[in-house]
């Protein structure tokens, strides 16, 4: 097919989807943000657009809608409006979503209110609430692109496993968001529908790859999303982003029958995760799936139950300042120091961690990622003739490697855990604190270095990536000056076009990383780290 024929048809699915937008959901022209605009968050309080109990409600946090909901004081059909239009809102304004599924949630929230009325009780735990997924999640009927203009009308044919769980939780899905090509990118771009940006500076990046996740919570069109994770895609948008994410190890929920990107690559296992703008929500959304025996239905999941954590009243925890490659710019630097010096008021133990085994464990990562020589994104891309987006360029240029240095590869990685672990127990720490991502964010288009989350996809980690309560301030965080000593090429690179006012406000994040199916202790020591940095 011509390069026409692939851009028609990139245009014709992105013409479907804005049209697929009511026109009482579409932001009348007098009072559209100027496209110089940086900052959108504030449009749906000052536009005087939406309603005050659309605000209310959008405003509200998972589990108080839930509650509502449960009660019947709310009904899943308002409720569901109120974040249609709200996610509607988002897209035009940042480019978010991939699917909108507007009429079959309001028929859905409508079959809900009508249970409850009859029975007197909700559904499931979720009972009428919206719930937003990333574009490779897998829905009867509708498109997972995946960034492909090769997946456009090619719906599925099938639910993922976590959908059916999600659906019978009681959960109403209302839209799908925006991936990178093949969900292999940090920022979310493809050519199928181009770029998300940040709704706090739109000259900014989201992250990703569940970046249009991030963007759309961020705007307030989303209380719970659900991402996926391979090599930090929920940890880095979170932080792009400040909101909360956790990357669970492989098994815990469940992944069969999404569409992956690259698949077959099992050498580092992709995970999902919820996304929320608050730490108890996404404890919430763990709490239910795991407490709906995804192992019965999904052949991947390990039978383990949702368990209390009992952490010692005094943590010891692992502090990695930089990853030996890039060093953190100044915002993160800040933010790192900071949050140490308020866990040592605290009485918690602080001892440093060694970036030991941290550039090996990311060359398998990436050498993983294109160990079929980029086959499985070049044939996905041929059918339509949709050329290699740059970012793409490792898996055009990747060269296949054979079974037995593949199972070299597996050989390497094993090591490595096992390198990895004894030295996690030898330190007996609790935790590890580091940076999630080298900034706060960046520019469109600058997004470099996975490496601080990446190890952890390796080494199948469970990990939270948090908002510390700092922002990128332009006194405290000026660039580093002259004596400044890049680790590495790419150090010099990233803090060479580190700019303070061009991220100025954005929130700062850090990572937090407890061992193999440690979800429930790493989330209660990100409670901890919370509850240091609030006093």
Request: one cysteine or more; aromatic letters at 8%.
């Amino acid at each position: 097919m011509s390069n026409q024929g692939w851009e028609a048809i990139a245009a014709a699915k992105r013409k479907a989807l804005s049209d697929s937008i009511p026109s009482e959901w579409r932001i009348p022209a007098d009072i559209f943000p100027a496209e110089t605009q940086e900052d959108v968050t504030g449009f749906p309080k000052s536009s005087g657009w939406f309603t005050e109990k659309e605000l209310e409600i959008t405003g509200s946090t998972a589990t108080q809608l839930l509650q509502k909901l449960a009660s019947g004081e709310l009904k899943s059909e308002e409720v569901t409006k109120a974040f249609c239009k709200r996610a509607a809102a988002a897209h035009q304004l940042t480019n978010c979503l991939s699917e909108t599924l507007f009429a079959a949630a309001l028929d859905t929230a409508r079959s809900l209110d009508e249970h409850l009325a009859r029975t007197g009780k909700p559904i499931g735990p979720l009972h009428g609430l919206p719930i937003s997924l990333k574009d490779n999640f897998n829905l009867k009927g509708i498109d997972s692109t995946v960034g492909f203009i090769a997946y456009v009308n090619d719906p599925a044919k099938y639910d993922s496993v976590l959908a059916e769980i999600l659906r019978g939780a009681g959960a109403v899905f209302y839209v799908k968001t925006n991936v990178p090509t093949a969900m292999m990118i940090a920022e979310s771009v493809n050519n199928v529908f181009g770029r998300t940006v940040h709704p706090r500076n739109r000259n900014l990046t989201s992250g990703g790859s569940s970046g249009g996740e991030s963007a759309l919570i961020a705007f307030g069109g989303s209380v719970v999303g659900v991402g996926s994770d391979i090599g930090g895609s929920l940890r880095i948008p979170a932080a792009c982003t400040g909101i909360f994410t956790l990357r669970p190890s492989s098994g815990r929920f469940p992944t069969t029958r999404c569409r992956a990107g690259l698949a077959g690559q099992e050498a580092v296992l992709s995970v999902n995760g919820p996304m929320t703008p608050n730490l108890n929500d996404l404890e919430l959304y763990c709490k239910t799936v795991v407490g709906a025996e995804p192992w019965i239905s999904d052949p991947r999941c390990i039978p383990i139950p949702w368990r209390s954590a009992e952490l010692p009243q005094k943590l010891k925890i692992g502090v990695l300042w930089n990853d030996g490659m890039v060093t953190p710019t100044p915002p993160v630097k800040r933010a790192l120091e900071h949050t140490v010096q308020k866990l040592k008021a605290a009485g918690h133990e602080l001892v440093d961690w060694s970036h030991e085994d941290h550039a090996e464990l990311l060359s398998v990562l990436a050498r993983s990622f294109v160990s079929d020589g980029g086959k499985s994104v070049r044939e996905t891309l041929k059918g339509t003739g949709e050329p290699f987006r740059e970012e793409m360029s490792a898996y055009e240029q990747a060269k296949e490697v054979g079974g037995y240095d593949m199972w070299q590869l597996h050989i390497q990685r094993n090591e490595i855990q096992k390198r990895y672990l004894d030295r996690w127990n030898n330190a007996g720490i609790d935790v590890l604190l580091l940076p999630t991502t080298p900034f706060a964010t960046v520019k469109n288009g600058q997004f470099k270095h996975v490496g601080y989350t990446g190890v952890y996809n390796v080494l199948d980690y469970a990990a939270t990536s948090f908002p510390t309560g700092l922002s990128v301030d332009q006194d405290a965080d000026k660039a580093t000056g002259a004596g400044f000593k890049p680790l590495t090429s790419i150090d010099e690179e990233i803090n060479s076009e580190y700019d303070a006012q061009a991220v100025l406000g954005m929130p700062i994040s850090l990572q937090l990383v407890a061992r193999r199916l440690e979800e429930e202790k790493v989330i209660e020591a990100t409670k901890v780290v919370l509850d240091a940095l609030s006093k």
